[in-house]
C-alpha cells in the first residue's frame, strides 16, 4: 500500500511535520495561559504584544489550518495529482506555516497585514492551488 504514495514522501511528512508542531504548541499555550491564571481553555485578552496571547493565537491557527491541508494534500495524492507539484506545494504550505509561527511568536511586525498576513496568504494559496489539482485530477 505505501508503494502507492511513495512519490509522496514530502508531502506526507510536511503533513506529520504540521501535525507535530501543532502538538508541541498546545502544551506551551496551556502553560502560558496557567500562568497568567486562565483556566484551562480560556483565551487570554487580545493584546497582541502579550507573548500567552501570541501563543494561544498561534496554536489556534495551527489547528484551524490543518483541516484544510491535511484534505487537500491527501484528496490530491489519493485523486493521482501530480506528485512534484503536491509535494511542492504541500512542503510551501509547511514552509509558509512555520515562518508564520515564528513572525507569530516573536511579534514581529504589525497584527495585520504585517509579515504574518503574507506567509499566511502563500500557505493559503498553495491549498487553493492544491484543492484545484485535487478537482481537475477527480474530474
Request: hydrophobic content about 60%.
Amino acid at each position: 500500500m505505501m508503494e502507492a504514495f511513495a512519490a509522496y514522501s514530502h508531502a506526507l511528512a510536511s503533513l506529520v511535520i504540521f501535525t507535530l508542531i501543532i502538538l508541541a504548541l498546545a502544551p506551551f499555550s496551556a502553560l502560558a495561559k496557567g500562568n497568567k491564571g486562565l483556566a484551562p481553555g480560556a483565551t487570554p485578552e487580545q493584546d497582541y504584544s502579550d507573548k500567552a496571547y501570541r501563543l494561544n493565537r498561534a496554536h489556534l491557527n495551527g489547528t484551524e489550518t490543518l483541516p484544510a491541508f491535511a484534505i487537500t494534500t491527501i484528496v490530491a495524492m489519493l485523486a493521482g495529482a501530480s506528485p512534484f507539484w503536491v509535494n511542492f506545494l504541500a512542503s510551501a504550505v509547511l514552509v509558509s506555516r512555520i515562518a508564520m509561527l515564528v513572525v507569530h511568536l516573536q511579534g514581529i511586525g504589525k497584527p495585520h497585514s504585517g509579515a504574518r498576513s503574507v506567509f499566511y496568504v502563500l500557505g493559503w494559496l498553495c491549498m487553493v492551488v492544491l484543492s484545484v489539482m485535487a478537482l481537475v485530477a477527480i474530474l
